[in-house]
């Protein structure tokens, strides 16, 4: 092996990473600025790019650059590139180019099938829909290794190092633990304040996020504001974009799920400029990119000492004039009867996610019949959370993600905020986090996750750089203190 | 040959066309919303996109395809589609990479000495560079066809097909023609109005050009009106967007330049939606193009009744109570001793491009060196003009082309204005056009193009889709006539 043979890897590699971010490019357009007339043009050109990404990634010169690299003697750096490309060849090369076309074809289809279903509370219209789309991932899953449980293998696509097993132990720990303190908030005589009686003008919270995000530093010259049906991030270290959205009643949406989508920014912004294109500049997947939001969002933006600070650009933009324990009260209220995950609090959320968990773990297994998941949701939400959808709509047919056929996606939420607690413990032990916060010194905290996570891309697995940035394995303990103390604290339990 | 050759060829043809779009939405990003640092990323990006786009081109399998559909029995549009990819492979296949690759980085590294030389008013800075350029196309025009003019091969780059000897006989004849006139009006006592004294917000500048474009009949659920350094139009039938620019004092240049762009975008928006990813779904090269956006910005926005339709708008917005007839006179004011090309008006523009014409085409057949191109542009605006630039930054180092290595491009501008003029004329013979305008009626004028233009893509070449339009071959008849007629009764001569 010489050092050409990685060079040209390396170079290969490159233009797979490129097309995909050009990819992105499309995507966030297609959200943010397309006119709606744009979509069958815009389909053609992200398939196009799809179909040449997948060329590139199961290409024959690669699979025998990756043999002769896995031969070879590597730096460690090299070692992590070739190992984060080798588990993409092999998924993207063991299955068939006409079964990714089938799912392409099948989530393209299913979208409006499901908006259907959603929007007329009619389970049984997406159930075909739903069942090719198992069936189909099934497949895929058999295709990428068939002496493997399919489930773990789909959640690999989303959390590829930290196991199914250490996700399942989380999310059951978190099912023993939580709802008896759910409960007890329930049970609590506390009432949070509600200082948001109002509607509040577009433009006036707008002023307030954008201030909140130059307080955070926000690096605007490497990122844009704008808004979108949904909030997300796009883009890399160079060019990092968030979106958000304005509802009149509601302006603690808009500005914690922009808080939320600046943490995701904030780690794209923080990967190495010099290892752009390859592993060691890309992020280290959904977990640790969702620990990144939910820190933000959690620890920082609904902590008590936040509130201390943003309460005078609270009533500069807003108007409301309230003590910061009210602002942080209504920040953290507990919603045990709602029944719309992205509408729940930071406890009653991963009974969300557990429902879903065991329900798609159990389709994709073959132990549970799709036309049985609008039952067995609702039997779940009474055993969690004590309450029972009137309808499907608000019940089984309220997320997107299996209509875009993301079985194994949901996990990730969860284990994203496990790891945020973790992180955040582990940085309060470095730094008096909540001084620096209330004081709105935001750059040691953003400098601490820069390194401590966000410059070492892909260079470890999951595991490794969890234990590399707090040192200790993954851990729920964290959390569950976390929550415990916050809610304990915040509804005198 | 069967037919499956022929769907496998339309099929990469197909990714061809996906891929050059995608870049161009990577385009119009970089210049409309990317955030300043985002450039390193998004010149791999689309370096990544050209390259592909380039094997595709030069793919072996297409090059068989091609042979074969050559001497297979086709329909009419399948020897269009045909002929333009051969000819589009053939270019892309004669130049060696490793040119094409020199280019880029040339042009790259040009731009910022470009910048700074004309900053500086220092042809001298910019020399090496220019001298460069001109001579990796002139390799690059040698590689394509080593027997044929080098300027030649280049200006095809730009208009295929309506040969390099009618460019010329045009350009010779406007640059006989037009000085007398041009002079003429440079005598005459007669002086236009000028209403336009304020400063006029952008917001009420932007509300004006909103209700032009709704007037002319854009399609906003395909198409955007953003703001740019530079106007210009970005996009394909399903997605066709504007950008213009607005200058508080003159406001006219905001309008007109947008009534251009959206020449541009009604032809993008005309081609056929289901011809889309082939030649038959694009457009026919700049001289068509150019064609468009200037019969919409001089013989539609700068014609006597549309200004009888716009005064109560210009009124309403911009609070410019004027006659129609001086916001007629105000469009069209001649300025004699204007040495900027984008600031001229309908009859010195093209002493503007004719200048330029003769130098980069000595330059190309190597009859002029680099180091005299300032002496020679001078003299050149003196003898066609009458007027001399004291500076190189007002004179030769003014336009950005050249500096892209874009040389051939210039008379496309010319051919455009005269085959407007030429349409204008064929229209004009079917329909009471000044009364259409007058009221406001521009779906007639629209319809009369998309099916005399639009409709066709690249099924006919040039000289074809003249004739099949205007029922006459290519002429400057119909634009001298026009603007004479125009400066003569504007200027009482």
């Not at 090369?93 to 799912?103: D, F, N, S, T, Y």
């Not at 996700?167 to 720990?173: G, P, S």
């Not at 329930?186 to 509607?199: K, R």
């Not at 509130?307 to 933009?317: G, N, Q, S, T």
Request: aromatic letters at 10%; glycine letters at 6%; a negative charge.
């Amino acid at each position: 092996m010489s050092s050409d043979t990685y060079d040209a890897f390396l170079a290969h590699v490159q233009q797979l990473t490129y097309l995909g971010d050009a990819a992105g490019v499309l995507d966030w357009d297609q959200q943010v600025m397309m006119p709606d007339a744009g979509t069958p043009a815009r389909a053609k050109q992200k398939s196009a790019l799809s179909t040449l990404r997948h060329e590139l990634l199961t290409d024959d010169d690669l699979a025998a650059w990756l043999d002769d690299l896995e031969a070879a003697d590597l730096s460690g750096e090299q070692e992590a590139v070739v190992r984060e490309i080798r588990r993409q060849h092999e998924r993207a090369a063991r299955v068939p180019e006409e079964l990714v076309q089938q799912i392409s074809e099948a989530t393209s289809n299913a979208l409006p099938v499901w908006e259907q279903a959603k929007a007329e509370d009619d389970f049984a219209a997406f159930e075909g829909a739903l069942e090719e789309l198992v069936e189909l991932k099934r497949e895929y899953a058999d295709a990428i290794d068939p002496d493997r449980d399919p489930y773990e293998v789909l959640f690999e696509e989303y959390e590829p190092y930290l196991g199914i097993d250490t996700a399942e132990a989380v999310l059951e720990r978190l099912g023993e633990e939580l709802p008896p303190l759910i409960e007890a908030v329930g049970d609590s005589d506390t009432e949070m304040a509600d200082p948001f009686q109002g509607t509040y003008p577009e433009a006036d919270q707008e002023a307030l996020v954008r201030e909140t995000l130059d307080a955070l530093g926000y690096d605007w010259d490497r990122g844009r504001l704008d808004t979108s049906s949904h909030p997300f991030t796009s883009g890399t270290q160079f060019d990092a974009r968030i979106t958000t959205r304005f509802q009149p009643e509601t302006p603690l949406d808009a500005l914690t799920s922009t808080i939320h989508e600046f943490g995701h920014a904030t780690y794209a912004l923080g990967l190495p400029d010099e290892a752009y294109g390859t592993p060691l500049g890309e992020d280290r997947d959904l977990t640790v990119h969702e620990s990144q939001s939910r820190l933000w969002e959690n620890h920082v933006g609904r902590s008590r000492p936040f509130w201390d600070f943003l309460a005078p650009a609270v009533e500069e933009h807003l108007g409301v004039d309230a003590p910061a324990g009210d602002l942080y009260q209504a920040a953290n209220e507990v919603y045990d009867d709602n029944l719309v995950r992205v509408e729940a609090d930071e406890l009653t959320y991963h009974m969300h996610i557990l429902v879903r968990f065991e329900i798609e773990r159990d389709l994709i297994r073959g132990d549970l019949a799709v036309s049985e998941v609008p039952q067995v949701w609702n039997d779940k939400y009474e055993e969690y959370l004590g309450i029972r959808p009137d309808t499907d709509a608000e019940g089984c047919l309220q997320d997107i993600h299996w209509c875009h056929g993301m079985f194994g996606y949901f996990p990730t939420y969860t284990l994203g905020s496990v790891l945020a607690a973790q992180l955040d413990a582990a940085l309060r032990s470095d730094m008096a986090l909540d001084d620096r916060i209330r004081g709105g010194e935001f750059d040691p905290l953003r400098e601490w996750l820069g390194d401590a996570v966000h410059q070492h891309g892909c260079r470890y697995t999951t595991p490794e750089l969890v234990q590399e940035a707090t040192g200790e394995a993954f851990t729920a303990d964290y959390f569950l203190e976390y929550v415990s103390e916050k809610y304990g604290d915040l509804y005198d339990l």
